[in-house]
């Protein structure tokens, strides 16, 4: 029986979504395009350009960072987008 630990990757999951915005919780290694291709693929956007990143310094973010660490899971971060 083999005692070596297996790395199971997070699964990427919504965490919010409405008409207009979208907040994902994914491994934060992913890349904006993973980020974007796994949210249209969940909640297609329907809107020409789909669903964008909300970037640094956007003033719906607040002061946010673009990637806000997740509480729940280490090594993932929060990511909004907007449609
Ligand atoms: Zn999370």
């Not at 949210?39 to 970037?55: A, F, M």
């Not at 960072?65 to 907007?82: F, K, S, T």
Request: glycine residues 8%; negative net charge; charged residues 25%.
């Amino acid at each position: 029986m083999s005692t070596e630990r297996i790395a199971v990757p997070e699964l990427p999951v919504v965490v919010k979504y409405g008409l207009f915005d979208m907040q994902v919780c994914v491994p934060a290694d992913w890349t904006d395009d993973q980020v974007v291709l796994f949210s249209e693929l969940t909640n297609p956007c329907g809107t020409t350009n789909g669903w964008q990143i909300r970037k640094a310094g956007d003033e719906l973010l607040g002061g946010d960072p673009e990637r806000q660490p997740c509480n729940d899971r280490a090594g993932c971060v929060h990511i909004m987008l907007d449609a």
